[in-house]
């Protein structure tokens, strides 16, 4: 385990379903965040959350909704997604004054949405 | 349009010898780079890094140069061994603290 875990591993979904993505982590980090992955892209960050207060949204569609109840704890919840959102989503997380430095990933929920 | 690049999807190195990562940036006001090693079904773990102010950093086996007036850097692993064989993703980091990924070079080293 790296110390950031994340659950499922991989999920199955229609378009008209609700889902959640759940990480854990329990490195002490006051950070968190959510990365897609998708075939031949970068890496494109979605949501920042410093000290359980989202800092940054980066024009995440609607049907992506984050959640952060605690600083261990960061919640991905999906609604009506469309196929081209099937990708590998991982969260990550670090000390915020140190974040380039002290990155540590989960690894990964595989989506795919039919 | 990318800020990060890597060009080359795919690398294919004879195990003991030198396997060289290349990436190429165009935002001149990125102050950090990064590299990170992911395994199939895990998530990506911090490699190596180099500050803007310097043109190389190495640790063990690992080696990173960058070349500022290129706006290019490379990661240098010799001499490569089995475990070696992974995605690599170079990453650069802004002044706002944001992070910018490539997509990932797969490494592939042969026996």
């Known amino acids: 385990e790296t110390g950031v875990t994340q659950t499922p591993r991989h999920l199955v979904m229609g378009m008209t379903n609700k889902k959640s993505l759940k990480c854990e982590q329990h490195?002490?980090?006051?950070?968190m965040y959510w990365y897609k992955q998708s075939a031949k892209k970068p890496l494109e960050l979605m949501f920042v959350y410093s000290l359980e207060e989202r800092v940054e949204n980066n024009s995440v569609p609607s049907r992506f909704s984050p959640e952060c109840p605690n600083s261990s704890h960061l919640f991905l919840h999906l609604h009506t997604l469309q196929p081209e959102d099937s990708a590998l989503y991982l969260c990550a997380s670090s000390h915020f004054e140190q974040g380039y430095y002290g990155y540590t990933f989960g690894s990964g929920t595989r989506l795919t949405v039919v | 349009d990318q800020q990060v690049k890597q060009n080359s999807p795919s690398l294919s190195v004879q195990e003991g010898r030198i396997s060289i990562l290349n990436c190429d940036y165009t935002?001149?006001?990125?102050?950090?780079f990064l590299w990170y090693k992911k395994y199939p079904a895990e998530g990506p773990t911090f490699l190596i890094s180099?500050?803007?102010?310097?043109d190389k950093n190495e640790d063990g086996r690992f080696t990173v140069f960058l070349n500022k007036s290129a706006k290019h850097l490379s990661l240098h692993i010799v001499p490569s061994q089995p475990g070696d064989s992974a995605v690599y993703f170079c990453?650069?980091?802004?002044?706002?603290?944001?992070?910018?990924f490539g997509k990932g070079t797969r490494l592939h080293i042969l026996p």
């Open positions: 180099i500050s803007s102010i310097k």
């Open positions: 490195l002490g980090h006051n950070a």
């Open positions: 990453a650069a980091k802004n002044r706002d603290d944001k992070i910018i």
């Open positions: 935002n001149s006001m990125f102050d950090y």
